[in-house]
Every structure is written in structure tokens, then in C-alpha cells.
């Protein structure tokens, strides 16, 4: 039992056991959603907690906690959360994350929590176990005005929750929120960014390649790297396996005739690729050049990302790149080889672009996230983000023209709109001063680059003012994903003095 070792034991107790315990991946929250309804109705009985629960049409839940006797005029006071995980594995016999609850352990250096073989989750479950536990924590939070918990789903998959968000159903009646999905500790998240999914797909007509056995069939791969959040990470000199297989068969065009067999690699929009395989065909007189051509683009690969640079860490200290002769299959035509690896190569990976008013902050990136061969197709996904909405639409303009060229069928889904920042509102320097007292230090204020939801739920309640904070976890997305121990037990606090504190915020609620 991890939570029994560590404090506050609320917390990590609900984080472990109710959380961690329950599968929840994007898109399949019944589980999480009925196992915190269950165990809210027992808080409820136990401690007469008052508690009213609403669900609205698309699963998001809201939870209503009346408020002490005397407050009933403090302004409602909103924290959000979402239910979903992004869930990845590098066991090799695979993890089944709608059976399985996740296998979070505590580091060796006791001072973080991640899982075995797995990404944790604490994007956003530490988030759901902080609001839950204010809300049951009825020794710790004793005063407070009226509150209300938001928990929405498919988050990390399409913000589906956020979108289609029933304020009217749920009965939200706050105008100030606390979003529990970004830190780290020390910075408070005024603003993010807007982004939108760009896919290209096309059908082709692949050779039947069993009875040609005079040809060679090569599996390239690509393995080990760190991967990460596609948006908070995407500033990082990390590499992306769609990306290195592209390079490394761009190569190849013009000096040899190869095939493509398929080529797979990503698994979710959002986040960094981290492997992918390639299967390519030529004819026996070609083998050697096909080798020195993926030898001699290995080494500057490896030189990159491998060699030891001054002041810094090796890039990519786990990448491999691999080749096996493997089992005949069906393959592309040379001109149809050509048109994927040519506009796979055009894709932009990484940072476009930073901005010329934030100083430090990415302004524009792209994802190059996936690249699968499906049955008779194939479908490319990649995901642009910006701070600035116009540069985001001129981008994915720019890749439907780059699609459309090569007889792609290209489909932009809807943008996910930025949460413009309000340096200068009133609940954000309440907030500041309630963090800087508990911290003792300056808190800094920070725009990130990934997207939250509060830009989606401040369209559906005008007027609303918000801020995001939470712990430290790195490498969210990943499974070298991992929550820092020792910030629970101050943003636990920090939300409690905001809580009991916010009797004195200077707007009340008015019945």
C-alpha cells in the first residue's frame, strides 16, 4: 500500500485505491464514474456530508457540498478535474487498461510515485483525488461557502466532456474555477492554448507479394525514445519515430525501387511518438545500397540524439533503430511508396515557432502522431497547436494543401478553442496570495502550451473566471510518467486556505 506511507494519507489513500485502483481510459469512464458515485453515497451516510451528484448527457458528474452553517452567502466556488487517462505501456506482453487498475509504486529515491510498465495517470487522477478529498475531509475543511466539483470525461482524446458540457443540466452555479490539471508547483496557469487534429487518409491498391520470392522484405524499427506530452513537451529535443522513419526512407527515394508494405507508428494524438515499424520490399541487387543508405542515416541519428553534448543530457539515451529480413506480404507501388514517404517527410515536427509576446513560450508546434496502415488505407493524424488562433488555421490550411496535392482525403476536427489569460482579475491575485502564503515564496504566473478544458468551459459559462494549478508530474503521457511526493501535501494546503479564505473574497453569492 503506497498511501499508507505517505501524507496527507487522504489523499494519496483516494489517489491509490479509488483512482489508480479503478480502470479509466478516454472514452470508457463508467467504471471511475460509478466507483466514485458509490463511494460518495457511503462519505455521504458516513459523515452526513450533504453531498448532491447530477450527471449530464454526455457522463460529466457534478458534485455539490452545501456550505457551513453561517456561509451560505460566499460566492460557489468551482474545482474541475477530468476522469480520463492517457494509457500507455512498454510491456512487452502488453496491459489490458480496461480491466486493470494501474501498478503505481514508490521510486526507489522515495521522492516520486509512477508505475510499473505503465503511464500513471496522476494527469488528472491526482486532480480527481484532491477535489475529492476536500470535499470528504471533514477534520481539515470545516468553513467554507458553497462548493461545487466538476468531473468531465474524454479529456485527453477530444475534450468530448468539456464540448458538450450541460451547465444548464448539472446546475453549475459558480463564477470562479480551479482547475486541478496543470502545474507544476510554484507556477499558477493563466492561459493555454487552442489546437485542432488534422488527418489524412487515402485508399490504395496494394500488390499481392507471396509468390515473390526473389524479392527481400526489410522491417525497419524504432524504439525506446522518451516520448512525452505532445504539447508540453513538444519544446524538448526529443525525437518522434514517425518523424526518424520518414527521414531514414526519404533517403531511400531516388536511389533505389523499394515498396512500401506498411508502415505503423503512434498511438494518440497527444502524445510524442515513441515507436514505430516499417516494412519496405526491393529486389536482392538492391540490399547492400538499401543497407549503407539505413547504416550511414542510423549514425547521424545516433550522433544527435546519443552523442554527449556540453551542459546537457544525452537526447534520446534508449533509442534503437533496427532491421530485420522478414515474411513476405502484400506492397505499394513505387509511385504510390513515393507520394507517403514524400508527404510524410513535409510534415513539420516540433516547434514552428515561438512567440514574439510571451517570451519562453512555443507560440505554434506540431505532432506528427500517427501513421497507420489500415486494411486498404492509409491514415496519417497530426496535431497543431497555437497561441494564436489565426497561425493555427493558417498551419492546418497548409497541410490540407500539402494533402490535396497528393490526392489525399483530408478532415480537420473542430478546434479546441485557447483560454485566453486575465493577468490583472481579482480571483487570480486572491488565488496568487493564498499560494504565496502557504509556499512562502513568489508564485509566478505561466501560459502553457498544452490545452486545458478551462477554454472550453469558459465558452459555455460566460463571464467565469479561472485559474489551473496542481502538482508536479513529469513526462505526462508517458510511462516514464511520475508524481513528485513531496508537493501533495502543499497544494493540499493551498487549496484549503483558498477554500476557507474565500469567505473574505470580496464578491458573495446572492440567492
Known sequence: ??????????????????????????????????TIKNWLDDQNHQKGLKLKITEDGVGNILIKKPATLGLEQVAPLLLQAHLDMVCETDRSEGYDFHQD????????????????????????????????????????????GPLEILFTVNEEDGFTGATNLDVKSLGIESKYMINLDSGPLGIITIGSVCGG??????????????????LLFLTLSINGLLSGHSGDDIHLPRANANELM????????????????????????????????AKIVFTPSDKKIVEDIIKKEMEKIYDYYQSPKENTDVFEPNLTISWKYDNPEKYLSIEDTKLIV???RLIPQGVLRYSHFHEGNVESSNNFAILHTLRENIRIEIYPR?????????????????GEMGGWNMTLRPVLPEWEPKPKSKFLHYIK???????????????????????????????????????????????????????????????????????????????
Open 1 to 34: 500500500m503506497v498511501w499508507e506511507k505517505l501524507e496527507p494519507h487522504i489523499v494519496w489513500d483516494i489517489f491509490e485505491n479509488i483512482i489508480a485502483h479503478t480502470p479509466r481510459p478516454s472514452k470508457y469512464e463508467d467504471k471511475i464514474r460509478k
Open 101 to 144: 487498475g494501474i501498478p503505481i509504486r514508490i521510486q526507489k529515491n522515495n521522492e516520486w510515485v509512477d508505475a510499473d510498465g505503465t503511464t500513471l495517470g496522476a494527469d488528472n487522477g491526482i486532480g480527481v483525488a484532491l477535489a475529492l478529498s476536500l470535499i470528504v475531509d471533514t477534520k481539515r475543511n470545516k468553513h467554507h
Open 197 to 214: 487534429r488534422v488527418f489524412f487518409e487515402k485508399e490504395f491498391e496494394w500488390n499481392e507479394g507471396n509468390n515473390n520470392l526473389n
Open 246 to 277: 520518414s527521414r531514414i526512407l526519404s533517403q531511400l527515394l531516388g536511389k533505389v525501387h523499394f515498396h512500401l508494405c506498411n508502415w505503423n507508428g503512434g498511438t494518440k494524438s497527444n502524445v510524442i511518438t515513441r515507436k514505430a515499424d
Open 342 to 344: 514524400t508527404t510524410s
Open 386 to 402: 497555437s497561441l494564436i488562433r489565426s497561425e493555427l488555421e493558417s498551419f492546418r490550411r497548409k497541410m490540407v494543401l500539402l
Open 433 to 511: 496570495d493564498q499560494y504565496e502564503k502557504v509556499l512562502n515564496n513568489h508564485v509566478e504566473t505561466a501560459i502553457v502550451h498544452g490545452g486545458l478544458e478551462t477554454g472550453e468551459i469558459s465558452n459555455k459559462i460566460p463571464g467565469i473566471e479561472m485559474v489551473a494549478i496542481g502538482p508536479t508530474i513529469e513526462n505526462a503521457h508517458t510511462t516514464n510518467e511520475r508524481l513528485k511526493i513531496a508537493d501533495i501535501n502543499p497544494i493540499y494546503q493551498i487549496l484549503l486556505n483558498i477554500i476557507e479564505n474565500f469567505v473574505k473574497f470580496p464578491i458573495s453569492h446572492s440567492s
